[in-house]
């Protein structure tokens, strides 16, 4: 990319009223963040830790945080807040602990924490005077109940502000009852939820004037990225932080709003008039990225939707080559199709894998594909695999590390008191569980308590006894020594190793999951190294916000060709795209069509699209097996809505080009060469 353009240095260089900078897809808006960033240190003498920006990645903070060391000396950024929404928050309520009645070192629950403890409090809950909840009952309503708690955190609504309303209607006071419960006990654990990391700040900041103004002059200026994507809480956290001042800047674009199904409000952006009354827009249309031909394509079906700011994108790249559309009968040979397609353009044109993409609606679809990729021994990249810490040895560890500095949390007791074996039995757990909870007592604390005596056997409380004694002993090594050390104890003290021998398939599966455990230290090792003062549960924190965060982060690595959602394809480019399954009921999904919700899909089909920098080729089948049984397949509606003329159709039993056989018989070749090594 060039110098800044005419449009972007304007976004740069305005500080007099808050700002929108509406920056449509590949038109350069980390670049202008990034030298906003630097402007307002050098030109305008802003300190740099006066200065906040947040995103919604840990790698959109990375990739920003890098790019501004790369424009201003590091001497002039120390102390710069670059950081996504949570970690921000997380921020926050570490400095405001005793409003929350919370203590130091509180746990962070990712999903499955918050899921497990929902369930229990179903389970513990009454749907009506006379009913307990079954498992049935969980099984149906439980996924309902979580969205909507989350939904309600996302909103900044409290159980005491929706306790009025519950008694209308016995489903939605079972829901509040149990929001209020499910708080209830995560303060309990001295633990929060990854919603609570936005919402408590704002509750926070909404009773407390002294203490937002305290924020206030913290951060004197604020910008936000990928606008779009906030939720109400969120959108609260910014108004709140920003208040009567100009400043402020946010990026972002409607039409890349792809996450309303997780609280997303694309009218944020529209909010910001009424809400910032001198407000200043300034559009990003130019398109360093892609083809006029698929810019042609993007703004014709966007078009379709509506719009609070209207904005064309363009470039100066060249016309480029036709969309091609290929229609194949059945989803077999859809894969079969594309990957000849993709690995006859690879040998014929002498290009890297990692320049193709091949973007889906829904995981599912991707495993035909990967099967073609596996027979043409053409490496790929699967995003949205297992994540690192899904893996039973990582959360075991973490759950360790959880207990160590927050010994209120039972979820993570429950989960390693008995791994490796102690000899403390299930009968033991329960007995211990209900003393504590009519003690009100947590679990840890309560495996030494005295009076345990009468509710169990000897052996059992010394059992409990001897854990309680290693746990303080391993927390004092943590907090007055080297924490990295007290984890390599920790490792040592319960023979993880032998433990993992002991219950893995096999000795490679064995090694596999140890190594696993040693790249979970290695980590904290470096995260330790990059902040020396940082304490053990400052550790913890950052990997269970990572955890959380970074499991639809993966990055491709090396010369893959990469298999991902359109969702997950937010924020790529690749020179080559396939977009796959272009049919009603897959795009848009079949969901969003009886939810009559077209425009979302609509934006998504358009961020699929922009991915593309160079060609772009769609496919769609005539038949599909779903749920089951063959289905006749109709073109979806968005191949109707793009430009005709810039069209190739591809009939289905269209023979490839002889050029392209002859490619392909070389790869073929190729590939035998290659197994003969």
């Known amino acids: ?19 929108l900078v509406l920056a449509g897809a590949g038109s350069g808006k980390t670049r202008v963040i990034t030298n906003k960033i630097a402007y307002l240190i050098q030109q305008c003498g802003h300190k740099a830790h006066t200065i906040a920006s947040v995103t919604f990645t840990n790698k959109a903070a990375r990739e920003m945080k890098e790019r501004v060391a790369q424009i201003i000396p590091k001497s002039q950024i120390r102390g710069l807040r670059v950081s996504t929404f949570h970690t921000l928050g997380l921020n926050i309520i570490k ?96 633990a929060v939820d990854f919603d609570d990391l936005i919402m408590l700040p704002v509750l926070i900041f909404s009773y407390n004037p002294a203490i937002l103004e305290k924020w206030r002059n913290r951060i004197r200026y604020l910008l936000v990225d990928e606008y779009q994507d906030t939720n ?16 402020l ?83 077999h040979k859809e894969a079969e199709r594309v990957i000849s397609a993709l690995v006859a353009h690879h040998f014929r044109y002498k290009k890297s894998y990692g320049d193709y993409a091949i973007l889906y609606r829904g995981n599912h679809q991707s495993r035909l594909f990967e099967k073609q990729l596996r027979e043409q021994q053409v490496p790929y990249f699967l995003s949205g695999g297992t994540s690192f810490f899904s893996y039973i040895e ?30 403390i039995g299930s009968a033991t757990i329960e007995k211990l569980s209900q003393y504590c909870t009519q003690s009100n007592t947590g679990l840890l604390a309560g495996c030494e308590h005295l009076a345990l005596n009468e509710f169990l056997p000897e052996k059992a409380v010394q059992k409990l006894n001897e854990f309680a004694n290693w746990m303080q002993r391993l927390q004092k090594s ?13 490792i040592v003290d319960i023979d993880y190793d032998t433990w993992l021998f002991e219950t893995s398939n096999n000795e490679k599966q064995a090694e596999k999951r140890i190594e696993n455990v040693n790249e979970l230290v290695e980590w904290l090792k470096r995260l330790h190294d990059n902040e020396p003062e940082s304490t053990l549960d400052d550790l913890v924190s950052k990997m269970i916000l ?28 690749f020179p080559y795209v396939y977009i796959v399954g272009m049919e009603e009921e897959l ?59 810039d069209l190739e159709w591809l009939q289905g039993k269209q023979r490839l080009e002889a050029e392209e056989r002859k490619e392909l018989g070389r790869s073929s070749i190729a590939g035998i060469r290659d197994i003969l090594g």
């Open 1 to 19: 990319m060039p110098e800044l353009n005419r449009r972007q240095q304007q976004a740069v260089e305005h500080i007099d009223s808050p700002l």
């Open 95 to 190: 400095s405001e602990l005793t409003l929350l009645g919370l203590k130091s070192g509180f746990s962070i629950f990712d999903t499955h924490d918050s899921h497990a403890l929902l369930k229990d409090i179903m389970r513990q809950l009454a749907f009506s005077s006379s009913s307990q909840p079954n498992e049935e009952f969980i099984k149906e309503y439980f996924e309902s109940i979580a969205r909507q708690i989350s939904s309600w955190k996302n909103d900044c609504i409290t159980p005491e502000q929706l306790a009025q309303q519950s008694a209308i209607d016995p489903a939605f006071a079972y829901s509040v009852k149990a929001y209020e419960q499910y708080n209830h006990h995560l303060r309990t654990y001295n």
């Open 232 to 247: 109400t809480t969120q959108y609260q956290l910014v108004k709140l932080l920003v208040g009567d001042r100009t400043s």
């Open 249 to 331: 800047t946010v990026v972002g674009d409607d039409d890349q709003s792809i996450y309303c199904w997780r609280g997303a409000k694309p009218e944020n952006l529209a909010l910001l008039e009424k809400d910032f009354p001198q407000l200043k827009v300034i559009k990003l249309e130019q398109n360093y990225r892609s083809t006029k031909i698929i810019l042609k394509a993007a703004n014709t079906l966007i078009a379709n939707n509506p719009h609070v700011f209207e904005k064309a994108l363009w470039s100066d790249l060249g016309n480029g080559e036709p969309i091609r559309v290929m229609r194949v009968p059945d989803e």
């Open 394 to 423: 990582v959360r075991d560890m973490l759950s360790y590390l959880r207990l160590l500095v927050n010994p209120a949390d039972d979820n993570a007791f429950l989960r390693i008191i008995n791994t490796p074996r102690r000899q």
């Open 478 to 490: 943590a907090y007055e020594g080297n924490p990295i050390k007290a984890v390599e104890q920790l």
């Open 546 to 573: 990572l955890d959380i965060m970074d499991r639809n982060e993966e990055d491709s690595e090396g010369d893959q060709v990469a298999l991902m959602t359109m969702h997950a394809s937010k924020g790529l480019e």
């Open 587 to 645: 795009l848009p999904h079949r969901t969003s069509i009886e939810e009559d919700n077209i425009e979302e899909e609509r934006r998504l089909c358009y961020v699929g699209i922009t991915r593309a920098q160079k060609e772009l080729t769609f496919s769609l089948t005539s038949k599909r097996r779903q749920y089951g049984e063959v289905v006749d397949c109709v073109p979806s509606r968005f191949l109707d809505e793009l430009p005709e003329e």
